[in-house]
Nanobody
Framework: QVQLAESGGGSVQSGGSLKLSCQGD????????MGWFRQGPGKEREGVAV???????DYADSVKGRFTISKDNAKKILYLQMNSLQPEDTGMYYC??????????????????RGQGTQVTVSA
C-alpha cells in the first residue's frame, strides 16, 4: 500500500503559476512510476505528466512546455511545476503511483495508488 498526499493547489489568474507537491511514504518511491492526472468539470480524467521508474519523463501534449514534473527521492516528494496556466487547466489534480508495465502518460489515471487530490482553479 502506498500513501500519497497532494498539496499546493489554489486559485490563480490566467498566465499564473502553481507548484503541486505529492508526499509519498514508501521506501520504494525511487523506482515506482510516478505521475499526475487531472479531471476538469465535466471532463474525462487526463494523464498530465509522468516520471517513469527508469527516470525519463513524458507529458500530455496539452501541457508540454508549460508543466514540469520532478521528484526528490530522498524526501519522497513528487512535484508538478505549472506555468502559463490557462482556464482549461482547471480541475482536481491527483498524483499516482504504480510499479507495473505502462508505456504512455495517458495511462496515469489507471495507476494503482493515488492521493485525494488538490484543486486548481484558473480564472480568465
Amino acid at each position: 500500500q502506498v500513501q500519497l498526499a497532494e498539496s499546493g493547489g489554489g486559485s490563480v489568474q490566467s498566465g499564473g503559476s502553481l507548484k503541486l507537491s505529492c508526499q509519498g511514504d514508501t521506501d520504494t518511491y525511487s523506482w515506482y512510476h510516478m505521475g499526475w492526472f487531472r479531471q476538469g468539470p465535466g471532463k474525462e480524467r487526463e494523464g498530465v505528466a509522468v516520471i517513469w521508474g527508469e527516470g525519463n519523463t513524458d507529458y500530455a501534449d496539452s501541457v508540454k512546455g508549460r508543466f514540469t514534473i520532478s521528484k526528490d527521492n530522498a524526501k519522497k516528494i513528487l512535484y508538478l511545476q505549472m506555468n502559463s496556466l490557462q482556464p482549461e487547466d482547471t480541475g482536481m489534480y491527483y498524483c499516482a503511483a504504480d510499479s507495473g508495465v505502462f508505456r504512455f502518460v495517458d495511462r496515469v489515471p489507471d495507476f494503482r495508488w493515488r492521493g485525494q487530490g488538490t484543486q486548481v482553479t484558473v480564472s480568465a
